[in-house]
């Protein structure tokens, strides 16, 4: 347990000293297979009949995946996870797993956890992987299946349980829906211990793919952080708390006395600014994290040419407006998250008023606009 408890402590001192300056490395996600056992209401995927991605294929991504590292001057060990669809349909998910490490990468799966028995988690120890985040969205077994569909919840527990006696890391990792599971956000901690994981992340709803058709996409995301971070102060949680979201770079400045109390809160995942998170999709189609408008395809396009999409240009030389200007975040938040921005208004631009900031600002100028007019 010694072992894996250094190994995780140094994966994260790698992976937070990546995270700053112009040393910043690109992490890259991998769709090995469009194939899914679930049907999720809020899924980004669109559809999930294709052909998993076959072995030679994946090893050419990889390949280019490293050269591109190399000529961006990237050193070290890449960081690529594995997702799809479901991954774990695929049973050489353990093989994918060994020629990632072959080619210098540091893996990971993404995964719903409910086709993962003891011989496949113990399979996928062997080859290499030490870290699984399994995606679980209500503290309740009800909530979760209200999103992830009947007899979900025993199999994913079955699937964590797993995971974590093969001795895998499990992150569980919660979306964020409106009107579905927010209030359950705090509790996902008091599960997270029950279950013995290692951590939890949280992520807000993107509107892409069934979400806007299935779903109400706006809510109260940045309140919902505040509540999970209170829980965490009063139950004394030890385990670590990840907040996928630029916007979750504010909190240790909106709440300084709250978040110094957790030493294992992260809050400054999401850097936009750096557009460093590139998707692989099972087609080839690529991404810039979960912004919905493909960037190239990795057959036919170079991914040094990808690099200068007018669109991560823009993220990168985004200037800051309006409530943006005066934020002592800007430098990291970016203006908030594109992929929820683009999934509204198709303008990785347009302020995100997720953000308390916008919020205030909106409410006064209607208020200047309201004493105008009177
Ligand atoms: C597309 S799934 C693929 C891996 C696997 N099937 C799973 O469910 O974990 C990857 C992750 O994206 C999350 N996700 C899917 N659609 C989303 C959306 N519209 N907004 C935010 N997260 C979403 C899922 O909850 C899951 O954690
Ligand atoms: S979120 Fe994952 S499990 Fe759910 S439908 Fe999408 S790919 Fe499948
Ligand atoms: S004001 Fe702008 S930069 Fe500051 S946290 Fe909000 S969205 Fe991010």
């Known amino acids: ?47 999930h009949t294709g052909k998993p991605v076959p072995m030679p294929q994946i090893e050419e991504i990889l390949r280019k995946l490293q050269a591109f590292r190399a000529y961006r001057g990237e050193g070290g060990r890449g960081y690529l996870t594995l997702s799809g669809g479901e991954p774990a349909t695929r049973r050489d998910l353990p093989d994918i797993i060994r020629l990632a490490i072959k080619y210098g990468f540091m893996s990971r799966i993404v995964t719903n956890a409910t086709m993962i028995d003891m011989k496949l988690a113990k399979e996928l120890r062997n080859a290499g ?14 909530t979760h299946e209200t999103i992830r569909g009947k007899n979900s919840w025993d199999r994913t527990m079955n699937g964590i349980e797993a ?112 557009t460093r998170l590139m998707e692989v999709d099972y087609n080839g189609d690529i991404y810039y994290c979960r912004v919905g408008m493909a960037l190239g395809n990795i057959w036919t396009d170079d991914l040094a040419v990808v690099w200068e999409h007018p669109l991560l240009r823009n993220i990168r030389v985004k200037t800051s407006r309006g409530a943006c200007s005066c934020c002592a975040v800007w430098n990291r938040c970016g203006g908030g998250c594109p992929a929820v921005t683009y999934g509204l208004h198709k303008d990785i631009s347009a302020p995100d008023y997720a953000c308390p900031s916008w919020t205030q600002r909106s409410e006064r100028d209607e208020r200047k606009n309201g004493e105008r007019e009177s």
């Not at 994966?11 to 469009?34: A, C, D, M, P, Q």
């Not at 194939?35 to 980004?44: I, P, S």
């Not at 004394?236 to 909106?254: E, G, Q, S, T, V």
């Open 1 to 47: 347990m010694t072992a894996f408890l250094l190994e995780a402590i140094l994966y994260i001192i790698k992976s937070k000293l990546l995270s700053f300056g112009e040393t910043l490395h690109h992490r890259f996600h991998l769709n090995v297979t469009v194939v899914c056992n679930l049907a999720c209401a809020h899924c980004y995927q669109e559809n």
């Open 129 to 142: 992987l030490r870290l699984a985040q399994v995606s679980l969205d209500g503290a309740a077994k009800e």
């Open 163 to 274: 995971l974590c006696r093969a001795g895998i890391f499990v992150v569980l990792s919660m979306a964020l829906i409106p009107g579905r599971n927010m209030h359950e956000a705090p509790l996902m901690l008091d599960l997270s211990r029950r279950l013995k994981v290692w951590a939890v992340k949280y992520q807000r709803l993107i509107p892409r793919g069934s979400a806007p058709l299935n779903l109400d996409t706006q809510g109260e995301f940045h309140r919902t952080f505040v509540c999970i971070i209170e829980r965490a102060v009063e139950i004394k949680y030890r385990r670590f708390i990840m907040l996928f979201d630029p916007l979750a770079h504010n909190l240790p400045n909106l709440y300084p006395g709250l978040c110094k109390r957790l030493y294992l809160l992260i809050t400054d995942m999401c850097r936009c600014d750096r």
